[in-house]
């Protein structure tokens, strides 16, 4: 019904009478106890609930095709959804997935990024098979995989002297992502501990924007070293070396209990 846009519409494919469709839903309800469509208008759309169930289906429909898949080819085929940040994508990802389509063409991958908060939830909620995401990050019900060893660093623009402590930093700008960033939440902890405030907070969705704005001297962040390198921005800005309990930072793959098939071929790439 989901797929179709309504009752009428999937009777039809199902070859089934409207009325029909409309109790076994009914049905289902009072079954599980809880409403899975809710009326919009002259339309229905599912209830959160109803989202939560969809999200099971299909992965039990994904699950059944791979099975069948797998069962006569051996090789994983349809699709794998992951998740990462946008430092780990494009400074990581590129040649590990670039791999991963060259040993199974069968499988196709649809990468979302986020800050590591969002991307947890979106795990847990099964919308994501699997996330890379970047410590502090506590992930219950989740099993992760360290993959990745990163350095963070400061980065101002070229005019501001050498940042040695968190006070060197006070009254000026602070640019970050969202709220869930872990990066960010590692920094403002390193600034908390020496009771330095921001003055201001700039939020960005892209690294991009982000190092352009501190290149122009608007104020402050902290990226991976290895995401400089990847934009070519290490020249556009001064690095400053932090502390080393805030700049070794790891990145780690989560997924839910059991992986598919396609998710255990990239486990054993990134483990190779």
């Known amino acids: 019904m989901v797929q ?128 890379f995401v970047s410590e502090p990050f506590t992930a219950p019900g989740l099993q992760a995989l360290p993959v990745f060893e990163e350095e963070l660093v400061l980065v101002t623009g070229k005019d501001v002297a050498a940042v040695r402590q968190a006070r060197d930093l006070a009254g000026l700008t602070l640019i970050a992502f969202a709220s869930g960033c872990s990066y960010r939440k590692r920094l403002e902890d390193w600034l908390g501990a020496s009771a330095v405030m921001p003055a201001r907070t700039l939020e960005f969705a892209s690294y991009q924007a982000m190092i352009a704005c501190v290149a122009a001297g608007t104020g402050f962040a902290i990226v991976p070293r290895s995401l400089l390198l990847a934009l070519r921005a290490a020249s556009d800005v001064r690095q400053h070396e932090l502390p080393a309990r805030v700049r070794r930072n790891r990145t780690h793959l989560v997924w839910h209990g059991d992986p598919s098939t396609a998710l255990q071929r990239l486990q054993d790439l990134l483990a190779a």
Request: aromatic share 4%.
């Open 4 to 131: 179709e846009g309504g009752v009428v519409r999937a009777a039809g494919k199902l070859g089934r009478v409207q009325s029909n469709v409309t109790t076994r839903i009914k049905q289902l309800e009072q079954r599980l106890g809880r409403p899975l469509f809710r009326r919009q208008g002259r339309s229905l759309v599912l209830s959160p609930e109803g989202e939560l169930l969809l999200s099971y289906a299909q992965r039990l429909f994904r699950l059944a095709d791979e099975a069948e898949s797998e069962l006569r080819t051996g090789r994983p085929r349809g699709v794998l959804r992951v998740g990462s940040l946008e430092s780990t994508a494009g400074s990581r990802l590129a040649p590990l997935l670039s791999r991963f389509h060259q040993l199974y063409p069968g499988v196709v991958v649809e990468l979302a990024t986020g800050t590591t908060g969002a991307l947890l939830q979106r795990v847990a909620n099964f919308e994501l098979e699997a996330a």
